[in-house]
């Protein structure tokens, strides 16, 4: 049996994949790396969006008028979900922030 990262000839158990802690990682972190630069920035809006809220949502009731979000750097254009109220309301969330 070989290593699935290396190639190395591995020793030890017929089930085993790799070689080493290393190897796996190394592999393991090729897997899960965000595959492009697409998912890197949506990733970087989000948390920067969820920053913006956290610090300033502190009891989780705050009211924040969106000029004011807007001066922080706030992006209207990345949110995680909608939820839409049977009155027709609508709320957008980061993660547990609705705005």
């Known amino acids: 049996m070989e290593c699935i990262e290396c190639g ?3 020793i030890g158990r017929s089930d085993k994949k790799f070689c080493n802690d290393a190897c796996r990682n190394a592999y393991n972190n090729k897997q899960n790396k965000d595959s ?3 998912m890197r920035n ?6 920067k ?3 913006i809220l956290n610090e300033i949502n502190i009891d989780g009731k705050t009211k924040i008028p ?3 979000l807007d ?4 992006d209207f254009n990345y949110f995680t979900n909608i939820k839409v109220y049977k009155n027709g309301s609508e709320y957008k ?4 922030h609705g705005l």
């Open 8 to 10: 190395e000839k591995i």
């Open 36 to 38: 492009s630069n697409l």
């Open 42 to 47: 949506v990733n970087n809006k989000l948390r």
């Open 49 to 51: 969006n969820y920053r």
């Open 66 to 68: 969106k000029s004011k």
């Open 71 to 74: 001066g922080l750097g706030f």
């Open 93 to 96: 969330f980061v993660y547990d």
